[in-house]
Protein backbone atom coordinates (compact mmCIF):
# COMPACT_ATOMS: atom_id res chain seq x y z
CA UNK A 1 0.00 0.00 0.00
CA UNK A 2 1.20 3.37 -0.71
CA UNK A 3 1.45 5.75 2.34
CA UNK A 4 0.32 9.17 2.54
CA UNK A 5 4.32 10.26 2.74
CA UNK A 6 5.08 8.29 -0.48
CA UNK A 7 2.47 9.68 -2.36
CA UNK A 8 3.42 11.56 -5.40
CA UNK A 9 2.40 14.71 -6.36
CA UNK A 10 0.42 14.93 -10.10
CA UNK A 11 -0.16 18.80 -10.04
CA UNK A 12 1.39 21.87 -8.21
CA UNK A 13 -1.64 22.19 -6.23
CA UNK A 14 -0.42 19.05 -4.16
CA UNK A 15 2.92 20.09 -3.65
CA UNK A 16 3.23 21.89 0.07
CA UNK A 17 4.92 25.31 -0.06
CA UNK A 18 3.88 28.72 -0.23
CA UNK A 19 3.28 29.75 -3.50
CA UNK A 20 0.03 31.41 -4.45
CA UNK A 21 -1.58 31.38 -7.95
CA UNK A 22 -1.20 34.81 -8.59
CA UNK A 23 2.84 34.52 -7.88
CA UNK A 24 2.60 31.20 -9.92
CA UNK A 25 0.92 33.39 -12.91
CA UNK A 26 3.16 36.24 -12.47
CA UNK A 27 6.66 33.51 -12.22
CA UNK A 28 5.58 32.18 -15.76
CA UNK A 29 4.36 35.80 -17.35
CA UNK A 30 8.47 36.81 -16.27
CA UNK A 31 10.27 33.70 -17.31
CA UNK A 32 7.61 33.47 -20.50
CA UNK A 33 8.65 37.04 -21.52
CA UNK A 34 12.42 36.45 -21.02
CA UNK A 35 11.78 33.47 -23.18
CA UNK A 36 10.35 35.45 -25.98
CA UNK A 37 13.20 38.28 -26.06
CA UNK A 38 15.55 35.56 -25.99
CA UNK A 39 17.05 36.08 -22.95
CA UNK A 40 19.83 34.18 -22.07
CA UNK A 41 20.75 32.63 -18.50
CA UNK A 42 20.35 30.56 -15.75
CA UNK A 43 17.76 30.33 -12.95
CA UNK A 44 18.60 30.73 -8.69
CA UNK A 45 16.25 29.75 -6.14
CA UNK A 46 17.57 30.39 -2.58
CA UNK A 47 15.51 28.32 -0.48
CA UNK A 48 13.10 25.72 -2.27
CA UNK A 49 11.51 23.36 0.79
CA UNK A 50 9.26 20.68 -0.85
CA UNK A 51 9.79 21.86 -4.60
CA UNK A 52 6.67 24.06 -5.04
CA UNK A 53 7.92 27.32 -6.87
CA UNK A 54 11.05 25.80 -7.90
CA UNK A 55 9.05 22.97 -9.95
CA UNK A 56 7.88 25.96 -11.79
CA UNK A 57 11.06 27.22 -12.44
CA UNK A 58 12.31 24.63 -13.76
CA UNK A 59 9.67 24.34 -16.57
CA UNK A 60 11.03 26.80 -17.70
CA UNK A 61 14.67 26.12 -18.44
CA UNK A 62 16.45 25.74 -21.43
CA UNK A 63 19.05 23.41 -22.99
CA UNK A 64 21.87 24.08 -22.18
CA UNK A 65 21.08 26.47 -19.19
CA UNK A 66 21.38 25.63 -15.54
CA UNK A 67 18.75 25.71 -12.83
CA UNK A 68 20.30 26.14 -8.97
CA UNK A 69 18.68 25.65 -5.99
CA UNK A 70 20.29 26.24 -2.18
CA UNK A 71 18.51 25.22 0.84
CA UNK A 72 19.45 23.73 3.93
CA UNK A 73 16.98 20.91 3.78
CA UNK A 74 18.07 18.57 6.72
CA UNK A 75 21.33 19.80 7.57
CA UNK A 76 22.31 22.35 10.11
CA UNK A 77 21.67 25.99 10.27
CA UNK A 78 24.78 28.32 10.05
CA UNK A 79 23.53 30.36 13.58
CA UNK A 80 21.16 29.51 16.69
CA UNK A 81 18.67 32.18 15.10
CA UNK A 82 18.82 30.27 11.55
CA UNK A 83 18.54 27.06 13.76
CA UNK A 84 15.47 28.28 15.50
CA UNK A 85 13.65 29.29 12.18
CA UNK A 86 14.24 25.63 10.52
CA UNK A 87 13.19 23.62 14.05
CA UNK A 88 9.76 26.14 14.19
CA UNK A 89 8.91 26.06 10.52
CA UNK A 90 10.82 22.84 8.15
CA UNK A 91 11.34 20.47 11.21
CA UNK A 92 10.06 17.73 9.29
CA UNK A 93 12.10 18.63 5.58
CA UNK A 94 14.43 16.51 3.92
CA UNK A 95 16.25 16.69 0.18
CA UNK A 96 14.79 13.28 -0.66
CA UNK A 97 11.36 14.71 -0.34
CA UNK A 98 12.20 17.70 -2.66
CA UNK A 99 13.90 15.32 -4.42
CA UNK A 100 10.94 12.91 -4.80
CA UNK A 101 8.72 15.78 -5.81
CA UNK A 102 11.11 17.48 -8.79
CA UNK A 103 11.36 14.08 -9.75
CA UNK A 104 7.84 14.07 -10.13
CA UNK A 105 7.28 16.17 -12.89
CA UNK A 106 10.85 17.05 -14.30
CA UNK A 107 13.26 14.29 -15.65
CA UNK A 108 16.64 15.69 -14.41
CA UNK A 109 17.03 17.43 -10.84
CA UNK A 110 18.73 20.81 -10.64
CA UNK A 111 21.78 21.68 -9.31
CA UNK A 112 21.58 21.16 -5.56
CA UNK A 113 23.33 23.35 -3.25
CA UNK A 114 22.76 22.19 0.17
CA UNK A 115 23.84 24.49 2.88
CA UNK A 116 23.30 28.08 3.64
CA UNK A 117 22.81 30.47 1.24
CA UNK A 118 25.41 32.65 2.31
CA UNK A 119 27.42 29.56 -0.43
CA UNK A 120 25.70 30.46 -3.62
CA UNK A 121 28.36 32.66 -5.24
CA UNK A 122 30.99 29.69 -5.12
CA UNK A 123 28.78 28.13 -7.38
CA UNK A 124 27.03 30.85 -9.45
CA UNK A 125 29.03 33.06 -11.55
CA UNK A 126 28.63 36.82 -11.64
CA UNK A 127 26.44 37.97 -13.78
CA UNK A 128 24.73 34.46 -14.92
CA UNK A 129 21.91 33.80 -13.96
CA UNK A 130 18.26 35.84 -15.70
CA UNK A 131 16.22 35.08 -12.80
CA UNK A 132 16.66 34.62 -9.03
CA UNK A 133 13.91 33.87 -5.92
CA UNK A 134 15.05 34.74 -2.65
CA UNK A 135 12.95 32.22 -0.30
CA UNK A 136 14.91 31.40 2.12
CA UNK A 137 15.82 32.52 5.63
CA UNK A 138 13.36 35.42 6.66
CA UNK A 139 15.86 36.93 8.78
CA UNK A 140 17.61 40.09 8.14
CA UNK A 141 21.28 39.19 8.15
CA UNK A 142 20.77 36.13 5.92
CA UNK A 143 17.94 38.57 3.77
CA UNK A 144 20.72 40.94 3.25
CA UNK A 145 23.20 38.82 2.25
CA UNK A 146 21.10 36.69 -0.18
CA UNK A 147 19.87 40.08 -2.35
CA UNK A 148 23.15 41.35 -2.71
CA UNK A 149 24.70 37.84 -3.88
CA UNK A 150 21.28 38.00 -6.43
CA UNK A 151 23.04 41.33 -7.26
CA UNK A 152 26.08 39.93 -7.88
CA UNK A 153 24.41 37.04 -9.97
CA UNK A 154 21.89 39.23 -12.04
CA UNK A 155 23.00 41.24 -15.30
CA UNK A 156 21.20 44.48 -15.26
CA UNK A 157 17.93 43.31 -16.63
CA UNK A 158 17.50 40.14 -14.60
CA UNK A 159 14.85 39.47 -12.00
CA UNK A 160 14.66 39.34 -8.41
CA UNK A 161 11.69 38.00 -6.55
CA UNK A 162 11.90 38.68 -2.85
CA UNK A 163 9.24 36.47 -0.97
CA UNK A 164 7.67 37.54 2.58
CA UNK A 165 8.78 41.39 1.73
CA UNK A 166 5.75 42.49 4.36
CA UNK A 167 4.89 39.98 6.42
CA UNK A 168 3.83 40.79 10.11
CA UNK A 169 6.19 37.93 11.32
CA UNK A 170 9.30 38.94 8.43
CA UNK A 171 10.05 42.61 9.70
CA UNK A 172 13.88 41.76 8.73
CA UNK A 173 12.70 40.68 5.09
CA UNK A 174 11.18 44.19 4.67
CA UNK A 175 13.83 46.04 6.09
CA UNK A 176 16.43 43.93 3.22
CA UNK A 177 14.08 44.40 0.68
CA UNK A 178 13.53 48.07 1.23
CA UNK A 179 17.19 48.83 1.63
CA UNK A 180 18.10 47.55 -1.07
CA UNK A 181 16.00 50.00 -2.86
CA UNK A 182 17.12 52.40 -1.19
CA UNK A 183 20.55 52.22 -1.23
CA UNK A 184 21.37 49.60 -3.66
CA UNK A 185 19.48 50.50 -6.75
CA UNK A 186 17.21 47.76 -6.89
CA UNK A 187 13.97 49.00 -8.52
CA UNK A 188 10.19 47.19 -7.75
CA UNK A 189 8.46 46.41 -10.64
CA UNK A 190 5.22 44.70 -9.15
CA UNK A 191 4.18 43.81 -5.65
CA UNK A 192 1.75 40.49 -4.75
CA UNK A 193 0.56 40.05 -1.14
CA UNK A 194 3.59 37.81 -0.42
CA UNK A 195 6.62 38.91 -2.83
CA UNK A 196 8.10 41.39 -4.35
CA UNK A 197 9.44 41.88 -8.05
CA UNK A 198 12.28 43.94 -8.92
CA UNK A 199 15.50 44.51 -11.41
CA UNK A 200 18.29 46.37 -11.27
CA UNK A 201 17.47 47.46 -15.06
CA UNK A 202 14.20 49.26 -16.66
CA UNK A 203 11.75 48.48 -14.46
CA UNK A 204 10.05 51.02 -16.60
CA UNK A 205 9.69 48.88 -19.87
CA UNK A 206 8.91 45.53 -18.00
CA UNK A 207 5.84 47.74 -15.90
CA UNK A 208 4.73 48.88 -19.58
CA UNK A 209 4.26 44.84 -21.09
CA UNK A 210 3.55 43.83 -17.73
CA UNK A 211 0.09 46.44 -17.97
CA UNK A 212 -1.11 45.70 -21.00
CA UNK A 213 -0.94 41.94 -20.24
CA UNK A 214 -2.61 42.19 -16.98
CA UNK A 215 -5.50 45.05 -18.65
CA UNK A 216 -6.49 41.68 -21.01
CA UNK A 217 -6.94 39.62 -17.67
CA UNK A 218 -9.90 39.18 -15.33
CA UNK A 219 -8.50 36.89 -12.78
CA UNK A 220 -6.24 39.33 -11.83
CA UNK A 221 -6.46 42.77 -10.45
CA UNK A 222 -4.43 45.50 -10.57
CA UNK A 223 -3.37 49.01 -9.74
CA UNK A 224 -0.40 51.58 -10.16
CA UNK A 225 0.31 53.40 -7.00
CA UNK A 226 3.90 56.17 -6.93
CA UNK A 227 6.10 55.14 -4.37
CA UNK A 228 8.68 57.64 -3.57
CA UNK A 229 8.41 58.87 -7.30
CA UNK A 230 8.26 55.63 -8.88
CA UNK A 231 5.51 53.93 -10.20
CA UNK A 232 4.52 50.04 -8.51
CA UNK A 233 2.23 48.27 -9.95
CA UNK A 234 -0.31 45.81 -7.48
CA UNK A 235 -1.42 42.61 -8.63
CA UNK A 236 -3.84 40.63 -6.80
CA UNK A 237 -5.86 37.67 -7.22
CA UNK A 238 -9.09 38.81 -8.16
CA UNK A 239 -11.42 37.46 -5.33
CA UNK A 240 -14.32 39.92 -6.81
CA UNK A 241 -14.62 37.52 -9.49
CA UNK A 242 -15.34 34.26 -7.02
CA UNK A 243 -17.46 36.50 -4.83
CA UNK A 244 -19.86 36.97 -7.97
CA UNK A 245 -19.89 33.18 -8.41
CA UNK A 246 -20.62 32.70 -5.09
CA UNK A 247 -23.56 35.00 -4.66
CA UNK A 248 -24.95 33.52 -7.86
CA UNK A 249 -24.61 29.82 -6.68
CA UNK A 250 -26.77 31.30 -3.73
CA UNK A 251 -29.40 32.55 -5.37
CA UNK A 252 -29.67 29.54 -7.55
CA UNK A 253 -29.88 27.43 -4.16
CA UNK A 254 -32.56 29.95 -3.02
CA UNK A 255 -34.85 29.73 -5.71
CA UNK A 256 -34.34 25.93 -5.60
CA UNK A 257 -35.50 25.60 -2.39
CA UNK A 258 -38.45 28.48 -2.90
CA UNK A 259 -39.36 26.00 -5.31
CA UNK A 260 -39.83 22.83 -3.26
CA UNK A 261 -41.15 25.00 -0.04
CA UNK A 262 -44.05 26.16 -2.64
CA UNK A 263 -44.57 21.94 -4.09
CA UNK A 264 -44.35 21.20 -0.44
CA UNK A 265 -47.21 23.34 0.07
CA UNK A 266 -49.30 22.77 -2.69
CA UNK A 267 -48.80 18.89 -1.88
CA UNK A 268 -50.07 20.24 1.94
CA UNK A 269 -53.01 21.87 0.93
CA UNK A 270 -54.20 18.66 -1.24
CA UNK A 271 -53.80 16.55 1.86
CA UNK A 272 -55.83 18.62 4.04
CA UNK A 273 -58.53 19.05 1.14
CA UNK A 274 -58.51 15.07 1.38
CA UNK A 275 -58.35 14.92 4.80
CA UNK A 276 -61.53 17.73 4.99
CA UNK A 277 -63.40 15.06 2.22
CA UNK A 278 -62.71 12.13 4.08
CA UNK A 279 -64.00 14.07 7.52
CA UNK A 280 -67.08 15.23 5.75
CA UNK A 281 -67.82 11.99 4.28
CA UNK A 282 -67.52 10.47 7.83
CA UNK A 283 -69.28 12.48 9.91
CA UNK A 284 -72.03 12.73 7.41
CA UNK A 285 -72.39 8.93 7.43
CA UNK A 286 -72.13 8.58 11.27
CA UNK A 287 -75.02 11.20 11.17
CA UNK A 288 -77.20 9.39 8.90
CA UNK A 289 -76.33 5.67 10.30
CA UNK A 290 -76.84 7.58 14.16
CA UNK A 291 -80.76 8.57 12.84
CA UNK A 292 -81.32 5.51 11.63
CA UNK A 293 -81.55 3.55 15.05
CA UNK A 294 -84.79 3.04 16.70
CA UNK A 295 -85.67 6.19 19.29
CA UNK A 296 -84.82 4.10 22.46
CA UNK A 297 -81.75 2.46 21.32
CA UNK A 298 -80.44 6.26 20.45
CA UNK A 299 -81.26 7.19 23.84
CA UNK A 300 -79.35 4.21 25.50
CA UNK A 301 -76.43 4.11 22.99
CA UNK A 302 -75.20 1.30 20.76
CA UNK A 303 -74.30 -0.77 23.50
CA UNK A 304 -77.15 -0.54 25.63
CA UNK A 305 -75.86 1.45 28.45
C1 LIG B 1 9.62 29.45 2.87
S1 LIG B 1 10.56 28.03 2.54
C2 LIG B 1 10.68 28.01 0.79
C3 LIG B 1 9.35 27.83 0.12
C4 LIG B 1 9.43 27.44 -1.33
N1 LIG B 1 10.14 28.40 -2.14
C5 LIG B 1 8.01 27.23 -1.84
O1 LIG B 1 7.59 27.92 -2.79
O2 LIG B 1 7.28 26.40 -1.29
C6 LIG B 1 12.13 28.48 3.11
C7 LIG B 1 13.21 27.46 2.87
O3 LIG B 1 14.46 28.09 3.16
C8 LIG B 1 15.32 27.16 3.76
N2 LIG B 1 16.33 27.92 4.55
C9 LIG B 1 16.14 28.60 5.70
N3 LIG B 1 17.28 29.19 6.07
C10 LIG B 1 18.22 28.90 5.14
C11 LIG B 1 19.58 29.24 4.95
N4 LIG B 1 20.25 30.00 5.82
N5 LIG B 1 20.22 28.73 3.87
C12 LIG B 1 19.55 27.94 2.97
N6 LIG B 1 18.26 27.61 3.10
C13 LIG B 1 17.60 28.08 4.16
C14 LIG B 1 14.41 26.24 4.57
O4 LIG B 1 15.01 24.97 4.70
C15 LIG B 1 13.14 26.21 3.73
O5 LIG B 1 13.13 25.08 2.90
Redesign the pocket.
Known sequence: MISEETRLPTSLDDVQ???PKVDQLLFTWFLERQERRGDEGDLV??????G??AILMGRHLREGETFTV????DSD??DDS?QA??KGS?AT?TRTAFEANYRAFHDRLPEIVQG??SQILDHVEPESTRFV?V???HLYE?VHGDIRAAHVMLPPDGLLVC?DYRSEHTPGVAAAVWESVADDGLRPICVTTQKLYGTWGDAGAVQDELLEWLAGRDDVWHEVQQVAGHGLVRVKGNSARPKKDEVRRLKERLADSEDRLARAEARLARARDELDSVRNSVSFKVGRSATALPRAVRRRGPRGD
Open positions: GWFELGSYLKSCDLFAPNEMYLPTHDASHD
